[in-house]
């Protein structure tokens, strides 16, 4: 099965700063998916950004972007200017292109934003 | 449009006892999936249907584990016998279809406490 794995349990960063987390994922496929999810407390999960294996471009969606290294496996998430509310649980996650449509999901790592 | 409904939000129940999640996915969304999040962990795949279908329940422990989607719509996950180690945030998630491509709508989840 594949792994995804993030180090970083906890992060903080100031109010309009720019905060990256980390992760990192294990596959011999080379289609598929990588998803970064938000998780508010006590409020439903939703999704940041996705980035498909296939495209080099690295997928932004306004103050949030992605340095996607596929030989290295790595996804990382990039928040810039970050606001109160982007205070959450993060999410990385996987999905193959191919076999089957099982998340494979990190283990969070917690953000938080400080005025 | 609504989001996915998930219902109860909370429940307390003592091991042994039994316990039935329901979520209504968003209209029109053929796929559907029941996940369980142990605190300090990302969410696990229990179940997917695709209409009243089963497409994946490799996860599931089917010895006290039951979920059904009879019409293809709203689903219901039991538990029966509930554990200690049962006690989890249950997610469901719904998509237009199954395929890796399609995003994932998330619910509120049930946080299930077994004393």
């Known amino acids: 099965a594949q792994t995804v794995t993030q180090s970083q349990p906890e992060m903080s960063v100031q109010e309009a700063e720019t905060v990256t987390l980390s992760c990192t994922y294990d596959?011999?496929?080379?289609?598929?998916?990588l998803f970064w999810y938000k998780q508010p407390p006590s409020r439903q999960m939703i999704l940041v950004i996705r980035?498909?294996?296939?495209?080099?471009q690295n997928a932004t969606e306004n103050r949030f972007s992605v340095n996607f290294q596929k030989a290295a496996k790595s996804f990382s998430l990039k928040i810039s200017d970050s606001q109160l509310g982007d205070a959450a649980m993060y999410f990385c996650?996987?999905?193959?292109?191919?076999?089957?449509?099982?998340?494979?999901f990190g283990t969070g790592t917690s953000l938080t934003v400080i005025p | 449009e609504a989001g996915v409904a998930q219902s109860p939000r909370y429940k307390i129940i003592e091991k042994r006892q039994s316990v039935a999640f329901w979520c209504n996915p968003i209209?029109?969304?053929?796929?559907l999936y029941w996940y369980q999040q142990i605190l300090g962990q990302g969410p696990k795949l229990l179940i997917q249907?695709?209409?009243?279908?089963?497409?994946?329940d490799s996860q599931l422990p089917k010895d006290r584990f039951s979920a059904e989607r009879l019409k293809g719509v709203d689903s219901t996950l039991k538990i029966q016998p509930a554990k200690l180690e049962d006690s989890a945030v249950y997610l469901c998630?719904?998509?237009?279809?199954?395929?890796?491509?399609?995003?994932?709508?998330f619910g509120p989840g049930t946080r299930l406490t077994v004393t």
């Open positions: 209209s029109g969304h053929a796929t």
């Open positions: 998630a719904s998509s237009l279809g199954q395929g890796s491509h399609y995003e994932q709508y």
């Open positions: 596959t011999s496929e080379s289609d598929y998916y």
């Open positions: 980035q498909e294996a296939y495209k080099q």
């Open positions: 249907f695709q209409n009243n279908g089963v497409v994946d």
């Open positions: 996650a996987y999905r193959s292109g191919t076999t089957g449509n099982q998340f494979y």
